[in-house]
């Protein structure tokens, strides 16, 4: 076990930085400059290289890397045309656009991504599971059909109708539901969730689809193991033999992928944030890779690839206590 | 034909634990009909042991999942008899059936690692199998009595074997930790489906052994499905072979494997090497495969495998041959050939490869 998780570690440490050389090479390959986007189309060569010299983005990329790294393991003092700034670890850099520390942007955006993942996560696993099991066990049914049609129909609609619609129809046209937005949920939790009961019910319909057809396939099969028909045979009742037997086996797949989708969707779900004006991770990284905004993108790519690799190794532990014959090593 | 003027079913023992009568299971499937068990009759006294014995496609297995009740009602069509101790199972309510799954009849499966819960301890699994037909006994009790079990059927340290998964156990452990579960409520029927197939030879004989000490223990009927002769030499008192869903050959264990008289019998001994007929001769396999169930041969369902197919004019390909009786009390023959000729053949052609005995 600790064998397995330091080597997985070093696995995952090697990711991150190999992603972080990728992204910052990019950066510098893109044939445009953070500087051109700031000062604007009209802006005199000198202009541009004053911007370019308070960025330090006149210095060699090697340092600028090795800057960037230093700053977040032990941070690192920025010359910001004249202004000096320390920036303590981990220090990801300022925002070239806004100024403000880059770990400022990650905390108050970040929190917004995960309330929402969470949330959705919730709905998409109950609905999606749920609806592939009852499936599986009336396959070929009126009921069958109906819960897979239904649910590939909403997966077909995409975030942008199906945000849209559920937008006009509960927001603007009734007002059941208040416009999607953010309060923390340590302040208000019942705000918390109002704000984010949209989103939700978006995100998450649009993704039981996948868990539905994905739980009742692996179901189906569950229900032609021989052990399924060993538990039937020692008289145990139907719902018995459904649960603890067949659901217990068929489920591990899933929570595999769940978890992998976890770690996917931590990084930001840039659509579902943008429909509803919540200014998640997702919509900061797009943001930023517009603007060539180089600190807030290494940062969400970081942090997502983070995200990603952590849950990738927390999938395979967990893989290891549902399933008794996986040994870790 | 009533089952009252069929010889097989009137060779049904009213005595007996389980009495099948004219049992008839079909699939209604959208390529046609599958006739996977046509017409089947036979019985097991407490204590005794019927041989199934058949190729795969056979219907055996399909049989003994009837026992059990354990076809889906929707997507199955089920005729006939079966009576375990004295209850009709046929068309019973799924929930009256339940009561008698692992308590009454229990079934021993094929493949212990695909048959035994891959999440479970072993000794969880056989508790649950207890507790699932004593309520009111205690986790704690369920547990002792599975670690007894395992002690039962021969498993050295029960206590910290009962505490393994199935996949920490070797294949012979294995069987033995399914015997356990399926004799944990002292059922008086137990049906083996082909137990020792998926186990090496020197294993083979332990687990039959095992099962007759214990057959002696608790008085069970049991069936063996097998389509390995050796076996049934081995441990039945009756045999019933099996040809695509039809009964062929029934008889006392004597009958079938001294004096066989239907060539698809003859063909499965002579596939079996024998210790004490002719070293140098060559087993002879049966040629061909067993016909498609939805689709059968017209006449004998054997006749295109048969080397002795019309040797009684046309009756071969015209008309399907009824269970008669093969001489000797007890021992009928679903074949058109006529004593005399069957008598003949088998002392020219197959007596002296001295089949397995």
Same mark, same amino acid.
């Given at each position: 076990?600790?064998?397995?998780?330091?080597?997985?570690?070093?696995?995952?440490?090697?990711?991150?930085? !190999?992603?972080?050389?990728?992204?910052?090479?990019?950066?510098?390959?893109?044939?445009?400059?953070?500087?051109?986007?700031?000062?604007?189309?009209?802006?005199?060569?000198?202009?541009?290289? =004053?911007?370019?010299?308070?960025?330090? +983005?006149?210095?060699?990329?090697?340092?600028?890397?090795?800057?960037?790294?230093?700053?977040?393991?032990?941070?690192?003092?920025?010359?910001?045309?004249?202004?000096?700034?320390?920036?303590?670890?981990?220090?990801?850099?300022?925002?070239?656009?806004?100024?403000?520390?880059?770990?400022?942007?990650?905390?108050?955006?970040?929190?917004?991504?995960?309330?929402?993942?969470?949330?959705?996560?919730?709905?998409?696993?109950?609905?999606?599971? /749920?609806?592939?099991?009852?499936?599986?066990?009336?396959?070929?049914?009126?009921?069958?059909?109906?819960?897979? #049609?239904?649910?590939?129909?909403?997966?077909?609609?995409?975030?942008?109708?199906?945000?849209?619609?559920?937008?006009?129809?509960?927001?603007?046209?009734?007002?059941?539901?208040?416009?999607?937005?953010?309060?923390?949920?340590? %302040?208000?939790?019942?705000?918390?969730?109002?704000?984010?009961?949209?989103?939700?019910?978006?995100?998450?319909?649009?993704?039981? !689809?996948?868990?539905?057809?994905?739980?009742?396939?692996?179901?189906?099969?569950?229900?032609?193991?021989?052990?399924?028909?060993?538990?039937?045979?020692?008289?145990?009742?139907?719902?018995?033999?459904?649960?603890?037997?067949?659901?217990?086996?068929?489920?591990?797949?899933?929570?595999?992928?769940?978890?992998?989708? +976890?770690?996917?969707?931590?990084?930001?779900?840039?659509?579902?944030?943008?429909?509803?004006?919540?200014?998640?991770?997702?919509?900061? !990284?797009? &943001?930023?890779?517009?603007?060539?905004?180089?600190?807030?993108?290494?940062?969400?790519?970081?942090?997502?690839?983070?995200? $990603?690799?952590?849950?990738?190794?927390?999938?395979?532990?967990?893989?290891?206590?549902?399933?008794?014959?996986?040994?870790?090593? | 034909?009533?089952?009252?003027?069929?010889?097989?079913?009137?060779?049904?023992?009213?005595?007996?634990?389980?009495?099948?009568?004219? +049992?008839?299971?079909?699939?209604?499937?959208?390529?046609?009909?599958?006739?996977?068990?046509? /017409?089947? *009759?036979?019985?097991?006294?407490?204590?005794?042991?019927?041989?199934?014995?058949?190729? *795969?496609?056979?219907?055996?297995?399909?049989?003994?999942?009837?026992?059990?009740?354990?076809?889906?009602?929707?997507?199955?069509?089920?005729?006939?008899?079966?009576? $375990?101790?004295?209850?009709?199972?046929?068309?019973?309510?799924?929930?009256?059936?339940?009561?008698?799954?692992?308590?009454?009849?229990?079934?021993?499966?094929?493949?212990?690692?695909?048959?035994?819960?891959?999440?479970?301890?072993?000794?969880? =699994?056989?508790?649950?199998?207890?507790?699932?037909?004593?309520?009111?006994?205690?986790?704690?009790?369920?547990?002792?009595?599975?670690?007894?079990? +395992?002690?039962?059927?021969?498993?050295?340290?029960? &206590?910290?074997?009962?505490?393994?998964?199935?996949?920490?156990?070797?294949?012979?452990?294995?069987?033995?930790?399914?015997?356990?579960?399926?004799?944990?409520?002292?059922?008086?029927?137990?049906? !083996?489906?082909?137990?020792?197939?998926?186990?090496?030879?020197?294993?083979?004989? &332990?687990?039959?052994?095992?099962?007759?000490?214990?057959?002696?223990?608790?008085?069970?009927?049991?069936?063996?499905?097998?389509?390995?002769? #050796?076996?049934?030499?081995?441990?039945?008192?009756?045999?019933?072979?099996?040809?695509?869903?039809?009964?062929? %050959?029934?008889?006392?264990?004597?009958?079938?494997?001294?004096?066989?008289?239907?060539?698809?019998?003859?063909?499965?001994?002579?596939?079996?090497?024998?210790?004490? @007929?002719?070293?140098?001769?060559?087993?002879?396999?049966?040629?061909?495969?067993?016909?498609?169930?939805?689709?059968?041969?017209?006449?004998? *369902?054997?006749?295109?495998?048969?080397?002795?197919?019309? =040797?009684?004019?046309?009756?071969?390909?015209? %008309?399907?041959?009824?269970?008669?009786?093969?001489?000797?009390?007890?021992?009928?023959?679903?074949?058109?050939?006529?004593?005399?000729?069957?008598?003949?053949?088998?002392?020219?052609?197959?007596?002296?490869? @001295?089949?397995?005995?």
């Amino acid at each position: 076990m600790l064998r397995f998780l330091i080597k997985r570690l070093l696995l995952a440490s090697t990711t991150l930085v !190999a992603i972080s050389i990728v992204t910052f090479l990019l950066f510098f390959a893109v044939p445009s400059s953070p500087a051109w986007v700031m000062c604007g189309r009209n802006c005199s060569p000198e202009r541009i290289e =004053q911007v370019e010299h308070s960025l330090g +983005l006149d210095q060699p990329i090697t340092k600028q890397y090795t800057d960037f790294i230093k700053g977040v393991f032990v941070g690192r003092t920025i010359d910001d045309a004249g202004t000096i700034r320390e920036c303590d670890a981990p220090c990801l850099g300022y925002s070239f656009r806004s100024k403000e520390p880059v770990t400022d942007t990650i905390e108050r955006s970040l929190p917004i991504t995960i309330s929402i993942v969470v949330g959705a996560m919730a709905v998409f696993l109950t609905v999606g599971i /749920g609806l592939g099991m009852l499936a599986a066990l009336k396959k070929g049914t009126v009921f069958d059909r109906v819960a897979i #049609g239904a649910s590939v129909g909403f997966a077909s609609t995409q975030t942008y109708t199906l945000g849209g619609v559920l937008l006009l129809l509960l927001v603007y046209s009734t007002g059941i539901l208040p416009n999607p937005h953010y309060t923390p949920f340590t %302040e208000n939790p019942v705000d918390w969730a109002g704000g984010m009961l949209l989103p939700w019910i978006t995100l998450g319909l649009i993704n039981s !689809a996948l868990y539905a057809r994905l739980s009742r396939a692996q179901m189906i099969e569950t229900l032609q193991e021989d052990f399924v028909r060993t538990a039937r045979a020692k008289g145990l009742s139907p719902r018995v033999v459904n649960r603890r037997h067949a659901l217990r086996a068929a489920i591990t797949p899933i929570i595999t992928i769940a978890g992998v989708d +976890l770690g996917a969707y931590l990084g930001g779900v840039v659509i579902t944030e943008s429909v509803f004006s919540l200014n998640g991770i997702g919509r900061e !990284a797009a &943001q930023a890779v517009s603007d060539l905004n180089l600190p807030v993108v290494m940062a969400t790519v970081l942090l997502a690839a983070f995200f $990603i690799v952590a849950m990738n190794i927390i999938v395979d532990m967990l893989y290891a206590v549902i399933d008794p014959r996986v040994r870790l090593g | 034909m009533t089952t009252s003027t069929s010889p097989a079913a009137a060779a049904v023992d009213p005595e007996a634990y389980l009495q099948v009568r004219d +049992l008839k299971v079909q699939f209604p499937t959208e390529d046609g009909l599958v006739r996977a068990v046509d /017409g089947v *009759s036979f019985s097991v006294r407490r204590g005794q042991t019927l041989g199934i014995v058949g190729e *795969s496609g056979s219907g055996k297995s399909v049989t003994s999942m009837s026992i059990l009740g354990l076809h889906n009602p929707a997507r199955t069509k089920i005729t006939g008899e079966i009576s $375990i101790g004295g209850q009709n199972i046929v068309g019973m309510k799924e929930e009256k059936i339940q009561k008698l799954r692992g308590k009454d009849v229990a079934m021993i499966f094929q493949d212990p690692l695909s048959a035994l819960h891959p999440y479970y301890k072993v000794g969880v =699994q056989i508790a649950e199998a207890y507790k699932v037909h004593h309520p009111s006994a205690s986790k704690k009790e369920a547990a002792t009595r599975a670690v007894d079990m +395992l002690d039962r059927v021969g498993i050295p340290q029960p &206590q910290r074997r009962a505490n393994q998964y199935p996949h920490e156990f070797s294949g012979g452990m294995r069987q033995r930790a399914m015997i356990a579960m399926a004799l944990v409520n002292d059922p008086a029927l137990v049906i !083996a489906d082909e137990p020792t197939t998926a186990l090496d030879v020197t294993v083979q004989a &332990q687990i039959l052994e095992l099962l007759e000490d214990l057959q002696r223990e608790f008085q069970s009927a049991i069936i063996m499905i097998t389509h390995d002769l #050796g076996v049934v030499s081995q441990v039945a008192d009756d045999v019933l072979v099996m040809y695509a869903g039809r009964p062929v %050959e029934t008889g006392s264990v004597e009958q079938i494997m001294k004096r066989p008289q239907h060539p698809y019998t003859w063909g499965l001994l002579a596939s079996v090497p024998s210790l004490h @007929g002719d070293a140098s001769v060559d087993l002879v396999p049966i040629k061909g495969n067993p016909p498609s169930l939805i689709n059968l041969p017209t006449g004998c *369902s054997f006749n295109p495998r048969c080397r002795y197919a019309g =040797q009684n004019g046309n009756l071969s390909f015209s %008309e399907v041959p009824e269970l008669r009786s093969a001489g000797e009390d007890g021992h009928n023959v679903a074949c058109h050939m006529s004593f005399e000729t069957r008598q003949r053949l088998y002392a020219e052609d197959i007596a002296h490869a @001295g089949v397995a005995q």
